[in-house]
């Protein structure tokens, strides 16, 4: 433990407070560990994934003459034009494809449904006044590896045929379009999802051709889990909180052992450090000086040895601190006044104080401390009245 008087003095006003708070830090030090250890910090990630469904409507037509250009037999496939006489009659192939592009795979679980419609539409002035509309496709086909396929085939010149007849019905009072129009409803586990598309179908004399592609497409992102981590929580701060218990519980022990402590003889041990510098050990003979004085502390003896330059003397036997100052004595003095403190403190309870007085005493023994001051001075003494004026 550190010899430290002003710990002790600290200690001595404050000790029992000081060992209350050591333990309750020490205490909840170890109770903040128990519960970081138990309860480990968790984390909650979502994983994601990302969806794409794409529909597209591919044509092709079949070459049923030989030509230039063409022989008999050959398809076309997604041509910009077709020649009407070449071949006559357009196919429509619907096609859905479901993809999960995250892990770049088909999606097999999901449903399809298709529908394509060829709509004869009069309009004039930009609006539609009348319109017919025949169903090409209606059908719900089976996903195969991510994929969903219809197919239909349409007669263009019957086509470019009823166009005609209703443009002759009209007389010139409006124009009359063909239009295409294709809806893909899917629903898979991310969701579902409706796509349409429609483009005009332009017929002539000798040729037809679609005005824009029906091509559809949606992405979507879905949640396909959750996951949960569980960590311990930072092994720094737990070994940290265990040490801060150990030191104060530690601490706590050391000063209650330490305790308790007389606070008036820590506080003269502070200034016994303090005023070391004037302060000398030596004995005081009792005799000594016409006049004591008694002043309360040791700071008071001491400020005395300043204004009159001389030395603290301290005797540990009698436990006194003195300045003498011309035939005056300036003490200080735990025990209490000057004739107090002839005596020096005896422990009773020592057993080497007893002497057994059954036991003999040899002559060696009995010779007392000192009697060099009894035996005969060099030069002697005239008489009794000689010896009472020396003492």
Same mark, same amino acid.
Do not use: C
């Given at each position: 433990?550190?010899?430290?008087?002003?710990?002790?003095?600290?200690?001595?006003?404050?000790?029992?407070?000081?060992?209350?708070?050591?333990?309750?830090?020490?205490?909840?030090?170890?109770?903040?560990?128990?519960?970081?250890?138990?309860?480990?910090?968790?984390?909650?990630?979502?994983?994601?994934?990302?969806?794409?469904?794409?529909?597209?409507?591919?044509?092709?037509?079949?070459?049923?003459?030989?030509?230039?250009?063409?022989?008999?037999?050959?398809?076309?496939?997604?041509?910009?034009?077709?020649?009407?006489?070449? =071949?006559?009659?357009?196919?429509?192939?619907?096609?859905?494809?479901?993809?999960?592009?995250?892990?770049?795979?088909?999606?097999?679980?999901?449903?399809?449904?298709?529908?394509?419609?060829?709509?004869?539409? *009069?309009?004039?002035?930009?609006?539609?006044?009348?319109?017919?509309?025949?169903?090409?496709?209606?059908? =719900?086909?089976?996903?195969?590896?991510?994929?969903?396929?219809?197919?239909?085939?349409?007669?263009?010149?019957?086509?470019?045929?009823?166009?005609?007849?209703?443009?002759?019905?009209?007389?010139?009072?409006?124009?009359?379009?063909?239009?295409?129009?294709?809806?893909?409803?899917?629903?898979?586990?991310?969701?579902?999802?409706?796509?349409?598309?429609?483009?005009?179908?332009?017929?002539?004399?000798?040729?037809?051709?679609?005005?824009?592609?029906? =091509?559809?497409?949606?992405?979507?992102?879905?949640?396909?889990?959750?996951?949960?981590?569980?960590?311990?929580?930072?092994?720094?701060?737990? *070994?940290?909180?265990?040490?801060?218990?150990?030191?104060?519980?530690?601490? *706590?022990?050391?000063?209650?052992?330490?305790?308790?402590?007389?606070?008036?003889?820590?506080?003269?041990?502070?200034?016994?450090?303090?005023?070391?510098?004037?302060?000398?050990?030596?004995?005081?003979?009792?005799?000594?000086?016409?006049?004591?004085?008694?002043?309360?502390?040791?700071?008071?003896?001491?400020?005395? *040895?300043?204004?009159?330059?001389?030395?603290?003397?301290?005797?540990?036997?009698?436990?006194?601190?003195?300045?003498?100052?011309?035939?005056?004595?300036?003490?200080?003095?735990?025990?209490?006044?000057?004739?107090?403190?002839?005596?020096?403190?005896?422990?009773?309870?020592?057993?080497?104080?007893?002497?057994?007085?059954?036991?003999?005493?040899?002559?060696?023994?009995?010779?007392?401390?000192?009697?060099?001051?009894?035996?005969?001075?060099?030069?002697?003494?005239?008489?009794?009245?000689?010896?009472?004026?020396?003492?």
């Amino acid at each position: 433990m550190i010899d430290n008087p002003r710990l002790d003095l600290v200690l001595a006003k404050y000790g029992r407070s000081i060992v209350v708070v050591l333990v309750g830090i020490g205490i909840l030090a170890f109770l903040a560990s128990g519960w970081v250890v138990a309860t480990p910090s968790t984390s909650t990630s979502h994983q994601y994934a990302d969806e794409r469904v794409s529909s597209d409507v591919d044509t092709s037509a079949v070459v049923v003459r030989n030509g230039t250009l063409w022989n008999e037999g050959d398809r076309l496939e997604n041509s910009g034009v077709y020649i009407l006489n070449a =071949s006559p009659e357009l196919t429509l192939r619907p096609e859905t494809r479901l993809t999960n592009a995250t892990a770049e795979a088909p999606v097999d679980d999901g449903t399809v449904s298709h529908e394509l419609t060829l709509r004869f539409e *009069a309009t004039r002035e930009g609006t539609a006044f009348w319109n017919e509309t025949k169903t090409l496709v209606d059908e =719900s086909p089976a996903v195969e590896n991510g994929v969903a396929r219809s197919e239909t085939t349409i007669d263009v010149e019957s086509v470019r045929d009823r166009q005609r007849e209703i443009e002759r019905e009209l007389s010139g009072v409006g124009a009359v379009d063909v239009r295409l129009e294709f809806r893909a409803a899917y629903e898979t586990g991310a969701g579902r999802g409706v796509q349409e598309a429609s483009t005009t179908l332009e017929i002539t004399d000798d040729a037809y051709w679609m005005a824009d592609s029906l =091509s559809a497409s949606d992405e979507r992102r879905y949640r396909t889990g959750t996951t949960v981590t569980t960590e311990s929580r930072n092994l720094g701060l737990i *070994a940290g909180l265990s040490l801060l218990g150990t030191l104060s519980l530690a601490a *706590a022990v050391s000063l209650a052992r330490r305790s308790p402590v007389d606070e008036a003889a820590a506080r003269r041990a502070v200034h016994e450090r303090r005023y070391a510098e004037w302060i000398s050990r030596g004995s005081i003979p009792m005799w000594i000086g016409d006049y004591h004085v008694s002043l309360d502390t040791l700071e008071d003896v001491v400020d005395v *040895a300043i204004d009159t330059n001389e030395r603290v003397v301290h005797d540990t036997q009698r436990g006194l601190f003195a300045v003498v100052n011309d035939g005056v004595v300036y003490y200080y003095s735990d025990r209490g006044l000057w004739e107090e403190t002839a005596w020096p403190e005896m422990d009773l309870d020592d057993g080497s104080a007893v002497v057994d007085a059954d036991a003999p005493l040899n002559p060696e023994e009995l010779e007392l401390e000192g009697s060099d001051e009894f035996s005969d001075p060099d030069d002697g003494f005239d008489d009794d009245a000689d010896v009472w004026r020396k003492l």
